[in-house]
């Protein structure tokens, strides 16, 4: 599609959230939430808002490459709608959220609208037509699952991926291919982390120990995790 008015993808500042190679951890937390015989983690927390998502023009040579050595594209993978479920972040844009998918329904993350897609066999594409313009993708799997579309936007479904840290900064470690691995202060193996399949993708457990926890994640930005015991974990980078 080129550089034309584009409707996968809106061509807004990206928001406060760094993108970039994520290490396991730093020196710079000596605590470690669950380990003082306290219940350490999560809430309640509403999702944001959505508001109108408006078209606009964006460069087809827009980078399309991954941001993390822990990420690597396997090529396009055969489609299946349940494959597609969850909330998707615009790469091309800042990793904002843009849209959630069920089924064969996108649902516009800020207006809350919806459209419907359907898959090509012959060509193994997704195709969805918005405002009148067809825009296809191809599913690539790897340590993300990506939608490249044919006007040069990546969506990245969000599986929790990045450096994640207790209010007040207090950094805690990286969350990759569904596991927590702790800042290497904690000397503790990493966790399980588990997103809700089911709309609106919102709830999370992790497996701490012996003890389950559960949170609701807001993906902001900045992406947020509302513990059940009140604890708030932020997104500082994605990758």
Known sequence: MGAVTSTCCKG????????????????STPDMPGFDGEDALSGQHDPQEQHSCSSADIDSSMDSGD?????????????????????????????????RIKDHKITWYES?????????????????????????????????????????CVWVLDE??????????????????????????????????????????NKVKMQLGDKSHTSTFNPG????????DGEIWLRSTIF
Not at 12 to 26: C, R, S, T
Not at 173 to 199: C, I, N
């Open 160 to 201: 929790l991926q990045g450096q994640w840290a207790k209010t007040g900064n207090k950094h805690l470690g990286a969350v990759r291919d569904g596991q927590m691995y702790w800042d290497s202060k904690f000397e503790h193996p990493p966790s399980r982390l588990t997103l809700s399949r089911e709309w609106p993708f």
């Open 112 to 152: 809350g609208n919806s459209s419907t897609f359907t898959i090509v066999e012959a060509t193994n594409k997704l195709a969805v037509t918005i405002d009148g313009k067809q825009c296809t993708a191809s599913l690539v799997r790897g340590s993300l699952t990506q939608l490249t579309w044919s006007d040069g």
């Open 12 to 27: 807004q500042a990206p928001p406060d959230v760094k993108v970039v190679p994520a290490p396991i951890g730093d020196e």
């Open 67 to 99: 941001h993390s050595g822990h990420t690597s594209a396997r090529g396009p993978s055969k489609i299946d709608a349940g494959q597609l479920r969850g909330l998707w972040l615009d790469k091309s844009n800042g990793h904002k959220p843009i849209c």
């Open 221 to 228: 930005p900045p992406g947020e995790l509302k513990w059940d």
